[in-house]
């Protein structure tokens, strides 16, 4: 595991030489803009996400750049952070701009799809994609990994345990926190998803799922989109330290024979809520869980 101060010292220096991700050049007020102006237009909302993903292209990749705030008792890293960005962190924020009219309805679309109910802290941040993050967010997406892998999809399943991954973290005070389980999900080997690339959808958010290790699904997130009738993977990655595209078929290349990552499970914007023009109102999440 690279450390943080190692990972700060490689942002700094890939950032002496990066242009600035175009988002965070933008003042709070004129994203604001931008939502209120987007969110007028006819546009589905994974149109919004290809939109506004874009955005974020160069931005330094920091595993540590998002927490619960200067007030929280163990991550106080910010809420929201333009300046950059980890793989979660990034899908989340394009999914909560691109279901947004506006600045504060964003934020705090962001926190509902970041947090347990939208309740900001520690014990009820979605830490595990397929455990609890995917669960949590069933008002957004669906898991489609059985859809698009057909008669190729696969089964796994890992024991999942906050109490560990808390007493991991030197927190003692374990109240609230869920209790152990073991889901099974389902995924698509890569040899699958070579085979049935064709059934991703512009706007599909991708988990790639661990080969082995017993007590987690997924290692990293990433968005699948098309343009111009390709299909490219934008990610914000420690591999490049950078947020980035890559084309579809040379990313399945790199890990058709990876020993340590298994394949890749599926989320798609439901298909109720993405429609032209459609808009979630921070208050609306409640009745839509």
Partial sequence: MINKILIVSMIAAISMFAQPAEITLMSNHQI???????????????????FYSKLFLDMPYDLTCAGEGPYALYETEPLLNFDSTNCMVFC???????????????????????????????RTRNHYTMADWMPENKWLLDDVSAKVGEELTERMTRKISHKKFFEDKGITDLRYVKEDREPTIDYLPFTALKEKVNNLKSGDVLALLFAKLDNIFA???????????????????????STFDTPIKEWIEKYINSKRYAGVAVMRVKTEINQPGKIILPWEIAGLR
């Fill in 32 to 50: 604001d803009s931008i939502l209120t102006s987007v969110s007028a237009k006819n546009l589905t909302v994974t149109e919004r996400m290809k």
């Fill in 219 to 241: 290692a990293h997130m990433l968005m699948y989109f098309e343009e111009d009738g390709k299909g490219f993977i934008r990610e914000s990655a420690m591999s490049k330290m």
């Fill in 92 to 122: 989340e924020h394009v999914l909560a701009l691109s279901i947004s009219d506006s600045w504060d309805n964003f934020f705090n679309n962001l926190q509902q799809i970041r947090y347990k109910d939208g309740i900001i802290g520690m």
